[in-house]
């Protein structure tokens, strides 16, 4: 059996290079690159994924706006860069990367996966089947290190997917909607939490949920943000439920910042096994693991838990 640390990841630049080299094209093929450039198509997954439209709009005036830029110049653009030097450094990534993302999960984890890169979509980085970053983004600040560390962020999600698919124990809840948000939380939680451990490695002094996790006082506006989203289950309808989740807990960063501390706190007061554990019992007994551990202020509060 594959040991964690031999997992084969792929990058991907084919629908980046055809964004470069062709960006005539792709406007007037716009569907076919959609429907067959797979960046593009997990694109489409993600935004339905999340309930979320697509601007095809404002993404065709951006490919036009790139496209009026002479070929010499888009190879050369700072983004374009940025990109050769990921793909140059992939092995140089992985080599740091992959032992630091192992030291987070079961041995027998299997982080396998294709990272795609493309431009001019509105997230800067998401995992919905594989891997797209978007090199485009003014999110990066032209910052090398911001991207990977996003990346270490995206991968570990493939290792929580393994461990819901593969090893998780506990059983899911009857409410199917709230087990699903606490899926969510604890995913990007410990996704967010491993990105910041990795800051030695991959310093990203540009991302923001850092800076809330090293706030207290932000710690703890988050945590009642979330609290009140849980506190509406039951209370209003599914659809209103997860627009509540996207705008407090998603834009609003608080599944990333909150699960992050709840992740910190776990590793500081019971070590990173009983971390990892959560990992393989499932969210509840992450948040019930959490709970044991702090004062009733800081606890995360679900009725039904």
Known sequence: MRSCKESKIVFNTET?????????WVLENEESFWENEKAQRYTRL??????????????????REWAGIPS???????FMRNARKIIEGKEGFLNKALPHLCSYLPEEVNLGITVHFTAFIWPRAFAAGEIVINV??????????NILNTLVHEIFHVGFSYCRSNLRKEEKLEDETLYSML????????????????LPMFPAPDEKDYK?????????RLLKDVNWVFSKVGAVSRGELQRLAWEKCIIGRGYYVVGAFMCKTIEQKRGRETLIGTLTEGPVSFIKSYNSLVEEDMRVKIKSL
């Not at 993600?46 to 490919?63: C, H």
């Not at 485009?136 to 290190?145: A, G, P, R």
């Not at 899926?183 to 990795?198: H, L, M, P, R, T």
């Not at 809330?212 to 703890?220: P, Q």
């Open 212 to 220: 809330l996790l090293e706030s207290m006082s932000d710690v703890k």
């Open 46 to 63: 993600w935004a339905k994924g999340v309930s979320r439209e697509i601007s095809y709009d404002e993404w065709r005036r951006q490919v």
């Open 183 to 198: 899926d969510n939380f604890q995913s990007e939680g410990i996704c967010c939490y491993v990105g910041y451990k990795a």
């Open 16 to 24: 980046l290079e055809r964004l470069v080299s062709d960006p005539d």
């Open 136 to 145: 485009s983004s003014t999110y990066w600040n032209n910052n090398v290190d």
């Open 72 to 78: 010499e110049e888009r190879k050369d653009h700072v």
